[in-house]
T-cell receptor, first 113, second 111 residues
């Protein structure tokens, strides 16, 4: 799991409620990412971070926000969850430079009812 | 995004060598080619990465022709535990932060 812990592993929530997913790494790596995975779409990048308080949008960022107040934690927030955000969410890190491989956590399965 | 094209699925018998080819016609000069493996209910796992020619590690080989517009992942003597989805990625040439995963190749190893 490359020293990555995602929490919670499973969550069911209702439409319109806020949800925060946490990604915690133990190795102080600079780059962290949030992806979502849906059938027929592979993995798509939501947001990424290249340092504390440095974040940027990915391909599917609408409806999501992120925060990184310390190196080890990268939080993904759904301000008002919708059914279209039902998905499996993966956090990833890069251990070295920008061309080094991604290492993923085991995912959070989110269901919005 | 630098997009990739892979076969949707492949079947192979146990013990055979499997080659999965990926097309990436618009790969940029600075892009690396990276392959990942994913099992159900798990995150993708890094297999191998290369820039040109051939790279080999303990689990796979990666062949990249001179024009770099394609690459081939070679898995020697597959076993049932190699049944998974395999993704080929290239960087987008602007810092490699936004990588196109696509839907990958679903490899099924048959006893």
């Amino acid at each position: 799991d490359a020293g990555i812990t995602q929490s919670p592993r499973h969550k069911v929530t209702e439409t319109g409620t806020p949800v925060t997913l946490r990604c915690h790494q133990t190795e102080n790596h600079r780059y962290m990412y949030w992806y979502r995975q849906d059938p027929g779409h592979g993995l798509r990048l939501i947001h990424y971070s290249y340092g504390v308080k440095d974040t940027d949008k990915g391909e599917v960022s609408d409806g999501y926000s992120v925060s990184r107040s310390k190196t080890e934690d990268f939080l993904l927030t759904l301000e008002s969850a919708t059914s279209s955000q039902t998905s499996v969410y993966f956090c990833a890190i890069r251990r070295q430079d920008i061309n080094s491989p991604l290492h993923f956590g085991n995912g959070t399965r989110l269901t919005v009812t | 995004l630098a997009k990739t094209t892979q076969p949707i699925s492949m079947d192979s018998y146990e013990g055979q060598e499997v080659n999965i080819t990926c097309s990436h016609n618009n790969i940029a000069t600075n892009d690396y080619i990276t392959w990942y493996q994913q099992f159900p209910s798990q995150g993708p796992r890094f297999i191998i990465q290369g820039y040109k020619t051939k790279v080999t590690n303990e689990v796979a080989s990666l062949f990249i022709p001179a024009d770099r517009k394609s690459s081939t992942l070679s898995l020697p003597r597959v076993s049932l535990s190699d049944t998974a989805v395999y993704y080929c990625l290239v960087g987008d040439g602007t810092g490699a932060n936004n990588l196109f995963f696509g839907t990958g190749t679903r490899l099924t190893v048959i006893p």
